[in-house]
């Protein structure tokens, strides 16, 4: 069921969207990575959206993907503010749930490749991620994932990993998940391999049979990425996973601007809190992060900032890393990060990491970090 803060902006479940890149002139959007019309679809309730080179965009929603009446439309501009991240501003809506004309909603993005939308209504809910659409996989291949996004009350997440391997193969046309995986503090916990079965796939959007209570429903890119979003047995997670290549900390230098998903801070909504971020990394992996506490003009948080430092796991894992944050104020915080250098064959890098929250002392709820390079 849909919560009504604003159409796509916010969702009592993680809502995964494909992205496909369509023709079109140099224009406004090209300044900004939008020189084409890049269009969006989603599972569960159906929806669409369109992103103009000339920083407009339409948004439309249907009960399900098998029905033929759009019940919701939604029409705005966006652009792309001094800290990197997309500001998404309504103009109009038509039909049930819209939102009001002015509402704007806040993007992080590798464009063309992946999107992930910061909810609105102060900072609460759940970051709604989106990838570039690929086809079915025909070939072979191995990725890196990480749990960002996790419904469950009843986990661990000081001895539950975090972070583990996928791997497709052709010729039987079936996954499997890794027996090895990373809890937070980086550390393995081995199990059993995992067999997902047969994969039915149509124009890139996968299914395996359902397991554990829940259908695994996979978003493929034609560079390695997945999304994958599980639905059922009374709870909802969102994964995501890069191509399991080997990784080197000093590709990792740069600026990144980000989100900051609480499950376990109840602040701002009951879904948890989301923050914009921003990070700075050497060459070493070292470097320093703050709260954007205004994302318009760039202002970082003097009050919420941490220290940062970005490792190899060991032994080294490849797609792998860890980070520790060490704030201004309270603990160090372990996490432990899919990664990927030059996504998909851009000049942008993303780090994905998860750990326990520190909002939460059950260990039962998660903080993800979700960090591209800054454009």
């Given at each position: 069921m849909v919560r009504n803060i604003g159409i796509f902006f916010a969702a009592s479940a993680v809502l995964v969207f494909i992205v496909v890149q369509g023709c079109g002139a140099a224009a406004p959007g090209a300044a900004i990575g939008y020189s084409s019309t890049v269009s969006y679809g989603g599972s569960g309730s159906a929806y669409s959206a369109t992103m103009n080179p000339d920083l407009t965009f339409t948004i439309t929603r249907k009960a399900s993907t098998t029905a033929t009446t759009v019940d919701l439309t939604v029409t705005g501009t966006f652009t792309r503010l001094a800290s990197g991240i997309l500001e998404l501003t309504v103009g109009g809506s038509t039909g049930a749930e819209g939102p009001t004309v002015g509402d704007k909603a806040y993007a992080l993005d590798v464009p063309g490749y992946v999107m992930m939308?910061?909810?609105?209504?102060?900072?609460?809910?759940?970051?709604?991620?989106?990838?570039?659409?690929?086809s079915c996989p025909t070939a072979d291949f191995a990725g890196t994932w990480v749990m960002m996004q996790d419904s469950n009350t009843s986990?661990?997440?000081?001895?539950?990993?975090l972070v583990g391997s996928f791997n497709y193969t052709s010729a039987t046309n079936t996954g499997s998940v890794g027996a090895t995986k990373y809890v937070a503090d980086g550390t393995s916990s081995v199990g059993s391999t995992q067999s997902l079965g047969a994969l039915t796939c149509t124009g890139g959007v996968g299914t395996f049979p359902a397991s554990g209570g829940g259908t695994p429903e996979m978003y493929f890119t034609n560079g390695g990425g997945v999304i994958v979003r599980v639905e059922g047995g009374g709870q909802s997670q969102g994964i995501a996973a890069v191509p399991a290549a080997p990784l080197t900390l000093s590709s990792f230098a740069g600026t990144y601007v980000g989100l900051a998903f609480d499950e376990g801070d109840s602040s701002g909504a009951t879904a948890g809190t989301t923050q914009p971020v921003s990070v700075t990394l050497d060459a070493a992996g070292v470097g320093t992060g703050a709260v954007i506490s205004d994302v318009v003009n760039n202002t970082l948080s003097t009050t919420m900032?941490?220290?940062?430092?970005?490792?190899?796991?060991?032994?080294?894992?490849?797609?792998a890393l860890k980070m520790v944050l060490t704030p201004t104020a309270g603990s160090p915080q372990t996490t432990v990060c899919a990664a990927a250098s030059s996504l998909g064959g851009t000049s942008q890098n993303t780090i994905f990491c998860a750990g326990e929250s520190p909002s939460d002392g059950s260990n039962a709820k998660l903080r993800s970090y979700l960090l591209v390079t800054k454009r």
């Open positions: 939308l910061k909810p609105m209504s102060d900072s609460g809910g759940e970051i709604i991620p989106m990838v570039a659409t690929g986990g661990n997440y000081s001895t539950q990993g900032s941490a220290t940062i430092a970005v490792s190899q796991l060991s032994p080294a894992v490849n797609g």
